[in-house]
């Protein structure tokens, strides 16, 4: 990201600007497909991942890619540091396999160093390696990224496993996510401590989504809450599932910038949070972005934008990530629509 796309994105977040920016978050999902390359290879590949992200930001010059240069292993990163058996397919998106086959095992599982465990030495070393060439295109490492910790529970114990610990097994569930937690701090430091051009953090967590508000106060808002502790600027949340049970809780827990799904309305999630956090969103991705044509594309845009009337703390986008199968076209055509509105 450069130094002005990052004042950018900070005014916007703080409500300083009425014109809204445009931004996607960009990773595996979108970015092999759209340059012409398979998946294993755009992982495994320090050059291969670093042109395809380079060319996205060549292509579109004026749109800002979130979170800039995402060192990934698709789900598999955080896990890995755990022990969880990663599967990488040629063409189809990574994944961790469970390593805990029920919740009496999470009383043996020890924390991970995260200067030496799993994918993580690997994950910083590519920046590490692209760094020097990023910032010849001028651009700057600005964000630290994880999972969430109800996430990263979900790949370790299997989510529908999870999900019924957190009813049969609460003290367990805690450990867990006092474990996880722990770590993913220790994880988002080593990061900011190796760049310290990163002032923003973002973290993903779906799984937000799938348990009640009552559940959400208790298993998540706590621990959300210590990791957006953090001293940064930015500070983005990613849940593409429901919120409505939850996200009047996101800006207590310290989040000032949040990329929701498609189901619920933008003015209905601006009421729920009493208008204090800024939005990453909201075109249907799939529907629109990805199946539609750029005349529809366009129509979406315009009738967000003339449905919101107040368009400070609005990012422009798609709700959630660019998926995959979105083309060059149908973003153009985006950001023509949203530059005339």
């Given at each position: 990201?450069t130094t002005?796309?990052?004042n950018?994105?900070?005014?916007a977040v703080?409500?300083e600007?009425?014109?809204?920016?445009?931004?996607f978050?960009?990773?595996?999902?979108?970015?092999?497909?759209?340059?012409?390359?398979e998946?294993?290879?755009?992982?495994?590949?320090?050059t291969?991942?670093f042109?395809?992200?380079?060319?996205a930001?060549?292509?579109?010059p004026?749109?800002?890619?979130?979170?800039?240069?995402w060192?990934?292993?698709?789900?598999?990163?955080?896990?890995?540091a755990?022990?969880?058996?990663?599967?990488?397919?040629?063409?189809e998106?990574?994944?961790?396999?469970?390593i805990?086959?029920?919740?009496?095992?999470?009383a043996?599982?020890?924390?991970?160093?995260?200067r030496?465990d799993?994918?993580l030495?690997?994950?910083?070393?590519?920046?590490?390696?692209?760094?020097?060439?990023?910032a010849?295109?001028?651009?700057?490492?600005?964000?630290?990224?994880?999972?969430?910790?109800?996430?990263v529970?979900?790949f370790?114990l299997?989510?529908?496993?999870f999900?019924?610990?957190?009813?049969?097994?609460?003290?367990l569930v805690?450990?867990l996510?006092?474990?996880?937690?722990n770590?993913?701090?220790e994880?988002?430091?080593?990061?900011?401590?190796?760049?310290?051009?990163?002032?923003g953090?973002?973290?993903?967590?779906?799984?937000?989504g799938?348990?009640?508000?009552?559940?959400?106060?208790?298993?998540?808002?706590?621990?959300l809450?210590e990791l957006f502790?953090?001293d940064?600027?930015?500070?983005?949340?990613h849940?593409?599932a429901?919120?409505a049970?939850?996200?009047?809780?996101?800006a207590?827990a310290?989040?000032?910038l949040?990329?929701?799904?498609?189901?619920?309305?933008?003015?209905?999630?601006?009421a729920?949070?009493?208008?204090?956090?800024?939005?990453?969103?909201?075109?249907?991705?799939?529907?629109v972005?990805a199946?539609?044509t750029?005349?529809?594309v366009?129509?979406?845009?315009r009738?967000?934008l003339?449905?919101?009337?107040?368009?400070?703390?609005l990012?422009?986008?798609?709700?959630?990530g660019?998926?995959?199968g979105?083309?060059?076209?149908n973003?153009?055509?985006?950001?023509?629509?949203?530059?005339?509105?």
């Amino acid at each position: 990201m450069t130094t002005p796309q990052w004042n950018e994105l900070v005014a916007a977040v703080r409500g300083e600007t009425r014109r809204p920016p445009i931004a996607f978050i960009i990773d595996c999902p979108w970015l092999p497909g759209w340059h012409g390359v398979e998946i294993a290879d755009y992982l495994s590949s320090e050059t291969l991942w670093f042109e395809a992200n380079r060319r996205a930001l060549e292509t579109f010059p004026e749109i800002t890619f979130l979170p800039g240069f995402w060192s990934e292993f698709g789900m598999c990163t955080e896990p890995s540091a755990f022990g969880s058996r990663c599967i990488f397919p040629r063409n189809e998106f990574p994944f961790a396999e469970p390593i805990l086959t029920n919740v009496e095992q999470i009383a043996a599982l020890k924390p991970p160093n995260v200067r030496t465990d799993g994918l993580l030495p690997f994950m910083l070393n590519r920046l590490r390696w692209a760094q020097p060439r990023i910032a010849d295109l001028g651009h700057q490492i600005r964000f630290s990224i994880s999972r969430g910790p109800l996430n990263v529970a979900s790949f370790l114990l299997g989510t529908t496993e999870f999900l019924m610990a957190v009813k049969t097994e609460p003290e367990l569930v805690h450990q867990l996510l006092r474990l996880i937690t722990n770590f993913l701090r220790e994880w988002h430091a080593l990061q900011r401590e190796t760049f310290p051009s990163i002032d923003g953090m973002l973290v993903l967590d779906d799984i937000v989504g799938f348990v009640s508000e009552q559940d959400f106060l208790e298993f998540g808002f706590p621990y959300l809450r210590e990791l957006f502790a953090a001293d940064v600027t930015v500070k983005f949340f990613h849940n593409d599932a429901a919120c409505a049970q939850s996200i009047r809780h996101y800006a207590d827990a310290g989040i000032n910038l949040y990329n929701p799904g498609i189901q619920t309305p933008l003015a209905e999630m601006r009421a729920l949070c009493g208008n204090r956090l800024a939005f990453l969103g909201t075109i249907p991705p799939r529907d629109v972005l990805a199946q539609g044509t750029p005349e529809q594309v366009r129509a979406a845009v315009r009738a967000l934008l003339a449905q919101t009337p107040d368009r400070s703390r609005l990012i422009l986008s798609c709700a959630g990530g660019l998926p995959p199968g979105v083309s060059t076209e149908n973003i153009r055509a985006f950001f023509e629509a949203a530059r005339a509105g």
